[in-house]
């Protein structure tokens, strides 16, 4: 009996160690893809700032422009005003 009980615990071993080298080969899996996940959200994050860079760029290029036109606006008006009161 004692053989019988042997073999037992071998098989067990023998399936017991093949369930944790599935288990660890999954586990090396997922932190692969875990490490490509974080890359992709890293790349993203690099193109979300590099647009964020562009659009301030070009908010402050509008919003300069619209201080010059107000400029030319009010230099207008008073080139108006000055030739009114001399004409």
Do not use: P
């Amino acid at each position: 009996m004692f053989s019988w009980e042997r073999k037992n615990d071998v098989k067990s071993l023998t399936q017991i160690e093949s369930a944790l080298m599935s288990e660890s080969m999954l586990l090396c899996r997922v932190q692969e893809a875990s490490k490509c996940a974080w890359s992709t959200m890293d790349s993203a994050i690099r193109r979300l700032e590099k647009d964020e860079a562009k659009l301030r760029l070009r908010y402050n290029a509008l919003c300069h422009e619209e201080i010059i036109d107000e400029i030319e606006i009010i230099m207008l008006s008073v080139g108006a005003l000055v030739s009114q009161r001399a004409g």
